[in-house]
């Protein structure tokens, strides 16, 4: 008689040797096999960090190993529900352990609609990797769709409503999509490992022994407020220090301005890119599926770049080589509204040497929320931090704790105009005047009003 | 009155930030310039442990973190040298700080003409790297000739030369290439922490404590024994555990069989490959030039590889599909003659379930010296490690220490035979029989004689 | 002819091997020998987190370790001022060399006056350490005086002056002590390695390439800001987490009243103090001396505290015993004034069941300020940290950081009381009544008013 | 109903935060309770490395930790044990978890027994640490006995046979003391850690994936035999680097003759011993009982030291000052039956310059065996290190690792001379010829026949 699908597991756990987590333990054949699924394992090719790794070098890791992260800090908080706080021994807040599965399922493929430079792709050619995680997980056609609904009929669908936060157990959800969940968690520890910043460090191992699940989601007893506060400030700077940083942002500007280039000379002259560059015609076209996005990774585009770059536009070559030799845009900070007529200013003395503003000049903005507490009327509220008291009460973390009061409701980032390093030219030159007028609309890194 | 290439430095050193050494430091404008050239930045493009990311998902670093890696250790032993053994203080044994900027441009460019894959694409196209690093610093139109050569009429040369190992200042050969150089201590290191094993890890700041300049080259004072035995072990381990790693290797000859078969059916049907693999032709063709080289890279390679997953060549496809799903040819140890008879009878086993032999099995063979004392009449002989008495006296390393004698001259590795997973089914099918005669060579991962 | 002890230098710089600097590097004959006075060895006898270990059990590190780390970052600290912001090359805002062995020394000797638990100890013999330190360096008798009067007469004074901040140069004094100075940084990277928690870790190198001297004192450019508010950050979790750590304090609170009662009971029989605990009797006396400081450590104290706990005096052995044997009182917070009368009932349930309440129950308060901005009509006004923008201008750092606004001039901390253990037994006994009427009193680790 | 004590566990583990194992976890009341006795908390007050903290300052960590640790080791073997490899999976090999107890207690406890310095103290006084920890276990007034003995009649006696090697069950004989057991790999890591030397680090979380049970003990798969390597070079770095480090033998051979000097006097003049050293006196008269030893820690002795500094006898004042002042004897190298002519001369020109060289010189021998096969003939055979092929067979360690073949059976470590520092003065003095004449006994830190 055999095993059911689901139920199989490996005879001893097959082990993934991790930076981060040490080890990675996969127990269930299910888990093992989504592990080898070609559209898993795609993930490879796909760079965590984005134009990040082109300010900081270590930074290379791909969303293969974040996903195996993910699911990792999913399975041990398993394991400790499972231990002390099973539903058998409280049947109001305890942790069903039927829900492992599909917790486990969810947490490894929560990114596997990811594509390359998915910031930047998505606002060009506006694709939602959320929704290709979706389609993944529910199209018959996939190697995951295949393997998930071995396990039972609708599991796919199931799956795929945790990541949609629509799955009616909101432990699960939660421990996989929330302000501290196993994403979050293990992507900024990840990301200092690699990139070699301590910023992001923060005591994984009591955030774990202090999670608890309750009736309606999961929190942290009140003892371990500290810690969450850490992981809170370890995400701010991770944003403020890493995610946010000038230089990888002068990159993505590029990159954002040869894609969108390339757009518009697509639609002059199809068919260089026809032959040269056929993945991305589906979305120069506005008519991709999901086979064709499949197709696509950082491999894929970064050697189209390499094509382009000898392409006789000289604005599709220089945009390419900017990108693929590392020459960012460089920028200063400003102030909304009130510098924008400045940047205007600055735009005209741009192109008076020569510059196509619209191509060599962006404007960018970094801003991220730290924390925030629940509002009911805002337009996508955030499923906020409980602190559990020793009687069971919940408190909202930010009630507790100043620290993150201050970080909390509160928008940090800056909004940066990005603009030719030729425009900071000390030396003399053809243009000497030129560029000591630009450089008077700069003081202390921003953009200055009495110049 | 301006200041000369060679001597312009940076007001406050430019620092990058690295997760081996913490900070990088660059203080000359001539090493901040090489980095920016573009043949330097296309080494973000190749990764440093080719197909062992896919056994250590971690091990996604590229050659370009590895070259300002070694160019870190390199700065940091000249400090070490300039500071307590100059050639003031010492005029027959003294570090001469002029040579600073030699040693560490070679340093920094001593990779700088690694392609994609380098092991298996090297042995197929018989190409050289090494090669490919002296004609990058010495051919005229790269932007790193340039650079050097506006340091002084000859500058590229003198570098290329520490490359070769004719360079006449030993000192500088060694700290670049030697049986504990920078190279080796900064991989050792690096692949340690990206890849999550803890075998390559040894004491570097002790290492750069002990190390010594004396008139015909680097050595390290006798009371660093113990140090420079830990850093052999290491280097042992790491090419026992991680760099041999079978699995790693099932995935290499699954590419040296992609790409040889690509080259057969270019033979036949060139014009696929012109128009969809064309910076592959030039090799296929076996006319490639500098420029050719440089257009290469992993990202280049694996967009091929997923063009070639759609061919209609079932082979061609499938092995491309292999590669990039991860999809590994199992393997067991063999001796080499005394196996050989069995491996054809293997052979003839896998053929009669439909496999072409030549296709998907191999033979794949590493091995290693981890440490050699200097054999004059062996074909490459290694420059061996000398340790210095307080007198001055220097003796090898392996006469001192009984572990490093263990590992000396002693070859280690192994010999493999690859071959289908399917041979290794053990449910009930068709093949049932041939699987089990298969099955039946094999005991404890050998090949088993007596089956 | 001889070179003068203050430029002695060791040919090659001694090294001790430090967990936390990797190498301390001692280039002076003078520190190596101050590190060998016997005044700075006395240090290893001296815990740095005094009754912490009882909590984090691997924070058994010395204060000797501490001072060779506060010695190591200021070294560094004058390496990088030396090499990039020398007075020759700004003679307003650069760092003059000759300060550096002051610096040095200063730094080395910050804490050689440091007692047994000093917190404890002070607050009950009215002892100092800083003044113990001045006495040190500037009494002719010590090894330490010694040393440092062979630099140059008045050597010894001017350490000290930096010590008590009277320094005339502020940037030495700054280095040494202020809000972020080489002292904290050492500790909160020290206690965090020892006891295992990573909540003090912050990026010591980055905070390093950031650090400027100007006129008056040290500075942190204005792009090092998170840098130093990580550090902040890391000081406050270090005080909440580790330093006010509530079981530690019931082990304080342990030793006060144990010391406490010793000295009454001394007044009544001396000899038994004057026989088995000589070192301690002028401290009873409170006419002691720094020859008599300057035999204790934690053995003395400790060692008779094992004698106490054979003597026939019940209180007495039954405090010494729960020192030595680790059985802290336990606490529940509470609010200072509205709580106090609470409090009288309490100790009313903990008289009944036997305990003298002046004995067995204790009132801790422990607040900590991680960052203030000066002030100038405050009691001790801080030194507030500055940031530099790229113009010169200096910006006081809450006016730049929203995190530290957040922590600045708000005391962190809690008041607790302290009772013993059997007070919160839940088992069935004789007292049962009492004990759940006390246990009433609390909720949620607090004093409930609503019992 | 009540839960029988040896069944009673915490509703939630309980975790003791250390650096090595991060969280170390404490599920039963007894082991608990264990932790809390007496005699257990006496450990804080010895430390782990003895003199060796005088050469590593970091490594000043105490046995306590050290015991919590070889506990965890031996936790995470028994859960992994027990999920994979339990008796009920496998009637012959597997591991029956009602062990499981039986061998945490072991582990915790088989330390317990270590009073100060123990190397020394027993080599002059003729204790036992292991007859001691047997003898805490099984005597009836010690706290340990108590606890054992709830949980069951002969507890105490059974874990006494753990420690003796006498207990049935070989599983848990070699996971607490085999040449690979929890107490090895515990205080490698731990004394790697806290020394900050990286020698001692190796993959601990690797060799629990190939720890198995086996019906006469533990092994470990053949796939992990590098993992194993890398443990025994690790074992044998750190004897040489750490361990066995000349400064600290210089510091144990001044606590040895200070020690025996001590007896000596006691002799002649016991009542300045009695009263002011009275825990010593038992064992100066050689008549100590178990209560006796248990009174004596580090504490104890430092404190007397600190008294006999002030003993008007110059010698015992002399060493004792040396001790805690750090003043360690130096040393050379020498051949031992070859070099002793030369010692004895050496000796006498010691004598010329008035020092007893029966206290002011020592010969000192650290030897050790990293890994040995079984010789059933030698004096004290050790268990050997057996590797597991798939198909079960056992193969003794050195005979598939070439490594630890070479550092099998072979013994690691040197003979060394102590004398006065002031041997090695170089400065023109009334002494110098003597000096001199010493000097050329010594040649690269050996003596020297042909001087």
Same mark, same amino acid.
């Given at each position: 008689?055999e095993?059911?699908?689901?139920?199989?597991?490996?005879p001893?756990e097959?082990v993934f040797? #991790?930076?981060?987590h040490?080890?990675?333990q996969?127990?269930?054949?299910?888990?093992?096999d989504l @592990?080898n699924?070609?559209?898993?394992?795609?993930l490879?090719?796909?760079? *965590?960090?984005?134009?990040?790794s082109?300010?900081?070098?270590?930074?290379?890791? +791909?969303? !293969?190993?974040?996903?195996?992260?993910?699911?990792?800090?999913?399975?041990?908080?398993?394991?400790?529900?499972?231990?002390?706080? +099973?539903?058998?021994?409280?049947?109001?807040?305890?942790?069903?352990? #039927?829900?492992r599965?599909?917790a486990?399922? =969810?947490?490894?493929l929560h990114?596997?609609?990811?594509?390359?430079?998915?910031?930047t792709?998505?606002?060009?050619?506006?694709?939602n990797?959320?929704?290709?995680?979706?389609?993944i997980?529910?199209s018959?056609?996939?190697?995951? $769709?295949?393997i998930?609904?071995?396990?039972?009929?609708?599991?796919? *669908?199931?799956?795929a409503s945790?990541?949609?936060?629509?799955? /009616?157990n909101?432990?699960?959800?939660q421990m996989?999509?929330?302000?501290?969940?196993?994403?979050?968690m293990?992507?900024?520890?990840?990301?200092a490992y !690699?990139?070699?910043?301590? %910023?992001?460090t923060?005591?994984?191992t009591?955030?774990?022994?202090?999670? &608890?699940?309750?009736?309606?989601?999961?929190?942290?007893?009140t003892?371990?407020?500290? =810690?969450?506060?850490?992981?809170?400030?370890?995400?701010?700077?991770? %944003?403020? *220090?890493?995610?946010?940083?000038p230089?990888?942002r002068g990159?993505?500007?590029?990159?954002?301005h040869?894609?969108?280039?390339?757009?518009?000379?697509?639609?002059d002259?199809?068919?260089?890119f026809e032959?040269?560059? /056929?993945?991305?015609v /589906? !979305?120069?076209?506005?008519?991709e599926?999901l086979e064709?996005?499949?197709?696509?990774d950082?491999?894929?585009?970064t050697?189209?770049?390499l094509?382009?770059?000898?392409?006789?536009?000289?604005t599709? +070559?220089?945009?390419?080589?900017?990108?693929l030799? &590392?020459?960012?845009?460089?920028?200063?900070?400003?102030?909304?509204?009130q510098?924008? /007529?400045l940047?205007?200013?600055?735009?005209q003395?741009?192109?008076?040497i020569g $510059?196509? =503003?619209?191509?060599?000049?962006?404007?960018n903005?970094?801003?991220?929320?730290? %924390? #925030?507490? $629940?509002r009911?009327?805002?337009?996508?509220?955030?499923?906020? @931090?409980?602190l559990?008291?020793?009687?069971?009460?919940l408190?909202?973390?930010?009630?507790?704790s100043?620290?993150?009061?201050?970080?909390?409701?509160?928008?940090?980032g800056?909004?940066?105009?990005?603009?030719?390093?030729?425009?900071?030219?000390?030396?003399d030159?053809?243009f +000497?005047? @030129?560029?000591?007028?630009f450089?008077?609309?700069i003081?202390?890194?921003?953009?200055?009003?009495?110049?």
């Amino acid at each position: 008689m055999e095993i059911p699908y689901k139920l199989q597991t490996l005879p001893i756990e097959k082990v993934f040797k #991790d930076p981060i987590h040490n080890d990675i333990q996969v127990e269930h054949q299910v888990i093992l096999d989504l @592990i080898n699924a070609k559209e898993f394992q795609r993930l490879r090719r796909i760079k *965590q960090l984005g134009t990040s790794s082109f300010t900081f070098h270590g930074g290379e890791h +791909s969303r !293969f190993s974040h996903s195996l992260g993910v699911y990792e800090i999913t399975r041990r908080i398993c394991d400790i529900f499972a231990r002390n706080f +099973s539903i058998e021994k409280d049947p109001v807040h305890g942790w069903n352990d #039927d829900e492992r599965l599909v917790a486990l399922c =969810a947490a490894l493929l929560h990114d596997v609609g990811h594509g390359p430079y998915s910031h930047t792709f998505e606002s060009i050619f506006g694709t939602n990797h959320e929704q290709f995680t979706v389609d993944i997980i529910t199209s018959p056609f996939t190697e995951i $769709y295949q393997i998930l609904n071995k396990v039972e009929d609708g599991f796919p *669908q199931k799956v795929a409503s945790v990541i949609t936060k629509q799955y /009616p157990n909101k432990q699960v959800v939660q421990m996989i999509s929330s302000q501290i969940d196993a994403d979050r968690m293990d992507y900024l520890l990840r990301d200092a490992y !690699f990139t070699g910043t301590e %910023y992001g460090t923060f005591d994984l191992t009591r955030i774990l022994r202090v999670i &608890r699940p309750y009736n309606n989601g999961i929190c942290f007893t009140t003892n371990g407020m500290h =810690a969450v506060e850490d992981y809170i400030v370890s995400r701010y700077q991770m %944003y403020m *220090q890493v995610y946010f940083h000038p230089v990888s942002r002068g990159m993505e500007v590029v990159l954002d301005h040869l894609l969108k280039y390339a757009g518009k000379l697509y639609q002059d002259s199809p068919a260089f890119f026809e032959r040269t560059s /056929p993945c991305l015609v /589906p !979305f120069f076209e506005k008519n991709e599926t999901l086979e064709d996005y499949l197709k696509l990774d950082d491999n894929v585009l970064t050697s189209y770049f390499l094509v382009w770059s000898d392409h006789p536009d000289e604005t599709l +070559s220089d945009l390419a080589q900017r990108f693929l030799n &590392r020459k960012p845009l460089k920028s200063v900070k400003f102030v909304a509204e009130q510098d924008e /007529p400045l940047i205007e200013e600055m735009k005209q003395l741009i192109e008076k040497i020569g $510059y196509d =503003a619209e191509v060599y000049t962006a404007i960018n903005t970094s801003f991220d929320l730290p %924390y #925030d507490f $629940y509002r009911p009327d805002s337009v996508s509220s955030r499923t906020q @931090i409980e602190l559990m008291e020793y009687d069971g009460t919940l408190i909202e973390l930010s009630q507790q704790s100043s620290l993150v009061r201050a970080l909390a409701g509160e928008i940090h980032g800056d909004e940066r105009f990005y603009f030719p390093k030729e425009m900071l030219t000390t030396e003399d030159n053809l243009f +000497s005047d @030129i560029y000591q007028q630009f450089q008077r609309y700069i003081r202390n890194g921003k953009i200055n009003k009495h110049n």
